[in-house]
């Protein structure tokens, strides 16, 4: 399809194990963003990539947690040694340009359940 | 430190009536706001947004209001339609940063 798009959609996994999420941003668009939504929260911020540089990753909760960017596409972001407050939707979203909320297209989400 | 507001977590809007759905923000460095709507199962769509330098866009049955000195913004759909039920998120941005900030979300109810 032409949306960005998530895999796993659905992942339940152990306390302590490591899991990766992939994201396949919109082919052309420059921009990646991973946010979280964790149950009754709103949509949280975790890291932006431009090209395969990552000039902001304020967001990320702690060391456990990283992305990376090949080839200007594709991202991963992977969580170690999970915990149970890791649950939560992973959303990735791509962007065409920078500093233009409104043309950020999301993905459908990773649901991500620690048990 | 939630930074974006949304204080009513759901409303219930007969059809063809208005709905207003409201956000509150504290940080006076936003320059930008943005309405995005969310369906069960799928990533959220951008719906309006608004510049920090106006006080009000529409686009056909949606209308943002910003009220900066209350640091208030407000989504009004009319005449709302079934169509319309799903989650609508807030979220800010301080231009030059790429970070949106989102509110926690207001489910709204279309009653046919």
């Known amino acids: 399809g032409a949306g960005v798009s998530q895999s796993p959609s659905n992942k339940v996994t152990e306390k302590g194990k490591d899991v990766e999420l992939r994201c396949d941003p919109i082919s052309g668009h420059t921009a990646l963003y991973w946010y979280r939504q964790s149950l009754g929260q709103g949509l949280e911020f975790l890291i932006y990539f431009q090209g395969n540089s990552a000039p902001d990753k304020s967001g990320l909760p702690s060391d456990r947690f990283s992305a990376e960017r090949t080839g200007g596409s594709v991202s991963t972001l992977t969580i170690q040694r999970t915990q149970q407050e890791d649950s939560a939707v992973y959303l990735c979203a791509s962007s065409p340009q920078t500093g233009a909320g409104n043309t950020i297209y999301f993905g459908e989400g990773s649901w991500l359940t620690v048990v | 430190d939630q930074q974006v507001k949304q204080n009513s977590p759901s409303l219930s809007v007969q059809e063809g009536r208005i709905s207003i759905l409201n956000c509150d923000y504290t940080n006076s460095m936003f320059d930008y706001f943005l309405w995005y709507k969310k369906y069960p199962a799928e990533g959220p769509t951008f719906l309006i947004s608004?510049?920090?330098?106006?006080d009000k866009n529409e686009d056909g049955r949606f209308t943002v209001f910003l009220n900066k000195s209350a640091k208030h913004l407000s989504l009004h759909i009319v005449p709302s339609q079934p169509g319309d039920s799903a989650v609508y998120f807030c979220a800010a941005l301080i231009f030059g940063n790429e970070k949106l900030t989102f509110g926690t979300g207001t489910r709204l109810t279309i009653i046919p």
């Open positions: 608004i510049s920090s330098i106006k």
